[in-house]
C-alpha cells in the first residue's frame, strides 16, 4: 500500500459539531427528523423534508451498499475510488471506497465505515464489509 | 404570463480564441461583448440590461464598471455551464416586463490558461470535500449507473464524440478537427471508469456573448429574426440523501416546462444544442427532454443519429464542447449561438440544417453526478 494519504480537516460549525465530536469516538451519526420520520445526511437543524425543526441525532450502523463509483485515474496524490454509497437507514452519501482492491468494486457490493485521521476530527470513508 | 415570443435574439458572438494567454478575462469579456453588440447592428450606448455570472471577474459590478455600461437591470445568477440558458430566460423576463429593452449576456475566461479560482462551496463542504468529486468523477458515476441500470455501452457513448467530430470538421476554430472513429473513442486513455479522454470535452480559453432585445427593437434591425419562445430552468440535489438517482437529471422538469411554454414537442425540433461537458451528459439529457425513452439513449445516439444530414437529430453542429469549445468549462452560451446560427442559415453549409425554423439548446451546469441545475430554451425563426 502506497502511504496514506492526508486527508483535510473538517472546519465545522455549530450545526454540524456534534457530528464531528462523535466521529472522534468512532461513532458515525445521521439525522432523524420526529416529525415525518425521514433520515437524512449530511445532517441539517432543520428536516430538508417537511422543515421542521424536531430533528434529532442517531447513530447509523455504517453499513451501506455502493449505487454507483467511479475510479479517478488522473491524480496528483494516486487514483482513487469516489462513490455514492446507500445506508442501510435509508439515505445515501458521497464517500470514496478506501482499503480495497478498487478493479473488484461493483455495484451493490455491501460496505462498512470506517474513519480516517485528519489533524482535526476523522472523516468518514467506506470500505467493503 | 408568459415569455414566449417576448424577446428575441438579436446579436451573437462567439471568441475565435482557444487559448488567450496574452489577454485579460475583463478583456474577453469586452471583445464578445463588442462583438455581440456589432452583429445586432446595435451601440454599447443601447444597452440597458446586463447578465453575467461567476466567470465575470468580481461579478455584476465591476464588469458594469469596466464595459462602462449605464443599466437598469442586472441579472447575476450562477448556475455554472447552464447560466446563460438561464439568462436568457430571465432576460425574456425582464423584457417582458419591461424592466430593459437591450440585454447583453456574456461570458468569458481562461482556463485553458491557467486554473480557475476554486468554486465557491457550500453547507455540504465538510462531508464531501475530502472525497475528491471533479466532473470527471462525477460524470463517470452518473454512466457507472446508467450502464448497469440500462446497459448502456462505451460504444454508445462513443458515438457522440463520433457525431461532434463529424461537424468539428467544418469548423476551423475548433479546437479538434480530427474525425474520430468509435475505436478511437475506445482506445483512448481511461481518465475515471468508464469514461474516456474522448468522451470528455476540451478545456479552452475563450467567450461568447449574445443581445437579447424586444420584438420591435429586433425587426428594426437588419437581422434575420430569431426569438424565445419557451424556457424552462430546474435543479437537482441528492436532498438529504433521500433523492439520489444519478439516472436523470434537472433536465426532466426545465424541459417538459420549456415545450409546454413554446407549444411544440421533441418531435417538432429540427435542430439541438445539447450540452456536452461528457458524453454520458448528452445521452442522459437526450432521455431526460423526450427525444427517447429513459434508458434507451445509448441506442438513440447510435450509428450516427446525431450526425447533421444523415440522423434524425443534428445536434451541437459547431462540434460542441466535445471537439471545438468549452470556454471557461461552461458550454451554455456557445450551445444557443450555434442554434441560433442554425436558426439564421448561417451554420456550415456542410452542416446547415435545410429549413431549420425550429431548436432546442439545453444545458445544465454544476456537477451532474452531485447538484446541478438545467436549463431549457426552445427558439424559433420567425
Same mark, same amino acid.
Given at each position: 500500500?502506497?502511504?496514506?494519504?492526508?486527508?483535510?480537516?473538517? *472546519?465545522?460549525?455549530?450545526?454540524?459539531?456534534?457530528?464531528?465530536?462523535?466521529?472522534?469516538?468512532?461513532?458515525?451519526?445521521?439525522? !432523524?427528523?420526529?416529525?415525518?420520520?425521514?433520515?437524512?445526511?449530511?445532517? !441539517?437543524?432543520?428536516?430538508?423534508?417537511?422543515?421542521?425543526?424536531?430533528? *434529532?441525532?442517531?447513530?447509523?450502523?455504517?453499513?451501506?451498499?455502493?449505487?454507483?463509483?467511479?475510479?479517478? !485515474?488522473?491524480?496528483?496524490?494516486?487514483?482513487?475510488?469516489?462513490?455514492?454509497?446507500?445506508?442501510?437507514?435509508?439515505?445515501?452519501?458521497?464517500?470514496?471506497? *478506501?482499503?480495497?482492491?478498487?478493479?473488484?468494486? !461493483?455495484?451493490?457490493?455491501?460496505?462498512?465505515?470506517?474513519?480516517?485521521?485528519?489533524?482535526?476530527?476523522?472523516?468518514?470513508?467506506?470500505?467493503?464489509? | 404570463?408568459?415569455?414566449?415570443g417576448?424577446?428575441y435574439i438579436a446579436g451573437i458572438y462567439e471568441?475565435?480564441?482557444?487559448?488567450?494567454?496574452?489577454?485579460?478575462?475583463?478583456?474577453?469579456?469586452?471583445?464578445?461583448?463588442?462583438?455581440?453588440?456589432?452583429d445586432?447592428?446595435?451601440?454599447?450606448?443601447?444597452?440597458?440590461?446586463?447578465?453575467?455570472?461567476?466567470?465575470?471577474?468580481?461579478?455584476?459590478?465591476?464588469?458594469?464598471?469596466?464595459?462602462?455600461?449605464?443599466?437598469?437591470?442586472?441579472?447575476?445568477?450562477?448556475? @455554472?455551464?447552464?447560466?446563460y440558458l438561464?439568462?436568457l =430566460?430571465?432576460?425574456?423576463?425582464?423584457?417582458?416586463?419591461?424592466?430593459?429593452?437591450?440585454?447583453?449576456?456574456?461570458?468569458?475566461?481562461?482556463?485553458?490558461?491557467?486554473?480557475?479560482?476554486?468554486?465557491?462551496?457550500?453547507?455540504?463542504?465538510?462531508?464531501?470535500?475530502?472525497?475528491?468529486?471533479?466532473?470527471?468523477?462525477?460524470?463517470?458515476?452518473?454512466?457507472?449507473?446508467?450502464?448497469?441500470?440500462? @446497459?448502456?455501452?462505451?460504444?454508445?457513448?462513443?458515438w457522440i464524440k463520433v457525431a461532434a467530430s463529424h461537424h468539428a470538421q467544418y469548423n476551423p476554430h475548433a479546437?479538434?478537427r480530427?474525425v474520430?472513429?468509435?475505436?478511437?473513442?475506445?482506445?483512448?486513455?481511461?481518465?475515471?471508469?468508464?469514461?474516456?479522454?474522448?468522451?470528455?470535452?476540451?478545456?479552452?480559453?475563450?467567450?461568447g456573448?449574445m443581445?437579447?432585445?424586444?420584438?420591435?427593437?429586433a &425587426?428594426?434591425?437588419?437581422k434575420p429574426l430569431v426569438r424565445l419562445i419557451g424556457h424552462?430552468?430546474?435543479? &437537482?440535489?441528492?436532498?438529504? @440523501?433521500?433523492?439520489?438517482?444519478?439516472?436523470?437529471?434537472?433536465g426532466?422538469?426545465?424541459g417538459?416546462?420549456a415545450f409546454?411554454?413554446a407549444g411544440v414537442t421533441p418531435q417538432d425540433i429540427k435542430y439541438a444544442s445539447i450540452y456536452d461537458?461528457?458524453t454520458?451528459t448528452v445521452l442522459?439529457q437526450l432521455e431526460d427532454l423526450g427525444f427517447c425513452?429513459? =434508458?434507451?439513449g445509448? &441506442?438513440f445516439v447510435s450509428d450516427g443519429n446525431l450526425i447533421s444530414g444523415v440522423g434524425k437529430l443534428p445536434f451541437n453542429t459547431d462540434g460542441g464542447g466535445l471537439c471545438s469549445n468549452?470556454?471557461?468549462?461552461?458550454g451554455g452560451m456557445t450551445k444557443v449561438i450555434e442554434a441560433v446560427r442554425q436558426l439564421r442559415g448561417q451554420a456550415h453549409p456542410k452542416v446547415q440544417v435545410p429549413n431549420c425554423d425550429l431548436a432546442v439548446a439545453h444545458g445544465?451546469?454544476?456537477?451532474?453526478?452531485?447538484?446541478?441545475?438545467?436549463s431549457t430554451c426552445i427558439l424559433e425563426r420567425v
Amino acid at each position: 500500500m502506497a502511504e496514506a494519504k492526508k486527508y483535510p480537516a473538517p *472546519v465545522t460549525n455549530p450545526e454540524t459539531a456534534p457530528f464531528w465530536e462523535a466521529a472522534k469516538q468512532g461513532k458515525f451519526l445521521i439525522k !432523524r427528523c420526529t416529525a415525518c420520520g425521514e433520515p437524512h445526511y449530511f445532517p !441539517r437543524s432543520i428536516c430538508p423534508f417537511c422543515f421542521s425543526d424536531k430533528t *434529532v441525532w442517531e447513530e447509523s450502523s455504517g453499513e451501506a451498499t455502493i449505487y454507483t463509483f467511479s475510479l479517478m !485515474r488522473k491524480s496528483a496524490t494516486g487514483p482513487y475510488a469516489i462513490a455514492f454509497v446507500t445506508l442501510k437507514e435509508g439515505p445515501s452519501l458521497q464517500t470514496n471506497i *478506501v482499503d480495497c482492491d478498487m478493479d473488484k468494486l !461493483r455495484i451493490g457490493q455491501k460496505v462498512k465505515v470506517v474513519f480516517k485521521p485528519t489533524d482535526g476530527a476523522p472523516l468518514p470513508f467506506f470500505t467493503p464489509a | 404570463m408568459t415569455i414566449k415570443g417576448k424577446a428575441y435574439i438579436a446579436g451573437i458572438y462567439e471568441h475565435p480564441t482557444r487559448h488567450a494567454p496574452d489577454k485579460s478575462t475583463a478583456q474577453l469579456h469586452a471583445e464578445v461583448a463588442k462583438g455581440a453588440i456589432e452583429d445586432a447592428g446595435l451601440t454599447k450606448a443601447d444597452i440597458d440590461g446586463y447578465f453575467c455570472a461567476g466567470d465575470a471577474p468580481g461579478g455584476a459590478w465591476p464588469m458594469v464598471d469596466y464595459l462602462g455600461l449605464k443599466v437598469r437591470h442586472i441579472d447575476s445568477t450562477e448556475t @455554472g455551464g447552464c447560466s446563460y440558458l438561464i439568462h436568457l =430566460g430571465h432576460a425574456a423576463e425582464a423584457i417582458a416586463a419591461g424592466k430593459c429593452s437591450i440585454a447583453l449576456l456574456t461570458l468569458a475566461g481562461k482556463p485553458r490558461t491557467g486554473p480557475l479560482p476554486a468554486r465557491a462551496t457550500g453547507a455540504e463542504v465538510d462531508f464531501e470535500a475530502a472525497y475528491g468529486a471533479t466532473t470527471h468523477n462525477a460524470y463517470g458515476m452518473c454512466a457507472m449507473r446508467h450502464m448497469h441500470d440500462y @446497459g448502456t455501452t462505451s460504444e454508445q457513448l462513443a458515438w457522440i464524440k463520433v457525431a461532434a467530430s463529424h461537424h468539428a470538421q467544418y469548423n476551423p476554430h475548433a479546437m479538434l478537427r480530427d474525425v474520430v472513429t468509435v475505436e478511437d473513442v475506445l482506445n483512448s486513455p481511461m481518465i475515471s471508469d468508464p469514461l474516456r479522454r474522448m468522451d470528455c470535452c476540451v478545456v479552452t480559453d475563450g467567450g461568447g456573448a449574445m443581445i437579447v432585445t424586444t420584438p420591435e427593437i429586433a &425587426k428594426s434591425l437588419k437581422k434575420p429574426l430569431v426569438r424565445l419562445i419557451g424556457h424552462g430552468e430546474a435543479m &437537482k440535489g441528492p436532498r438529504g @440523501g433521500k433523492d439520489l438517482d444519478l439516472t436523470y437529471s434537472a433536465g426532466v422538469w426545465s424541459g417538459p416546462r420549456a415545450f409546454e411554454e413554446a407549444g411544440v414537442t421533441p418531435q417538432d425540433i429540427k435542430y439541438a444544442s445539447i450540452y456536452d461537458s461528457f458524453t454520458i451528459t448528452v445521452l442522459m439529457q437526450l432521455e431526460d427532454l423526450g427525444f427517447c425513452k429513459k =434508458g434507451e439513449g445509448g &441506442k438513440f445516439v447510435s450509428d450516427g443519429n446525431l450526425i447533421s444530414g444523415v440522423g434524425k437529430l443534428p445536434f451541437n453542429t459547431d462540434g460542441g464542447g466535445l471537439c471545438s469549445n468549452h470556454p471557461v468549462n461552461r458550454g451554455g452560451m456557445t450551445k444557443v449561438i450555434e442554434a441560433v446560427r442554425q436558426l439564421r442559415g448561417q451554420a456550415h453549409p456542410k452542416v446547415q440544417v435545410p429549413n431549420c425554423d425550429l431548436a432546442v439548446a439545453h444545458g445544465t451546469g454544476g456537477l451532474l453526478g452531485v447538484r446541478h441545475a438545467a436549463s431549457t430554451c426552445i427558439l424559433e425563426r420567425v
